[in-house]
């Protein structure tokens, strides 16, 4: 069984940044990022390929870059620009297995 650790969430003023990290117990082939706001639908933030090429959801684009580190088996959620709507828990999604959820609040 995969195993996810997630860390880095946290409060954060408008503007500001947070950097997520998700340790995985495995190779890392596929992986992204999801979040989910209160009374939403979970979405996808971002997302990297074995390739290394990246996906971006479009109001993300230009403000949040993921990354992964294949020595440590972890990826990361560079988040710069945060907004109030960028409020949600932030999911890990490694090999279509889930992180147990950070919470990320932009707030004044």
């Known amino acids: 069984q995969v195993q996810l650790v997630e860390s880095g969430g946290g409060l954060v003023q408008p503007g500001g940044s947070l950097r997520l990290s998700c340790s995985a117990s495995?190779?890392?082939?596929?992986a992204g990022w999801w979040r989910q706001a209160p009374g939403k639908q979970r979405e996808v933030v971002a997302r990297?390929?074995?390739?290394?090429?990246?996906q971006y959801e479009s109001s993300v684009k230009g403000r949040f870059s993921i990354s992964r580190d294949e020595a440590k088996r972890t990826i990361y959620l560079q988040m710069n620009s945060l907004r109030p709507n960028d409020t949600a828990v932030y999911y890990c999604?490694?090999?279509?297995?889930w992180g147990q959820g950070t919470q990320v609040t932009v707030s004044p």
């Open positions: 495995t190779i890392i082939t596929v």
């Open positions: 990297i390929q074995y390739s290394g090429t990246t």
């Open positions: 999604n490694v090999n279509g297995n």
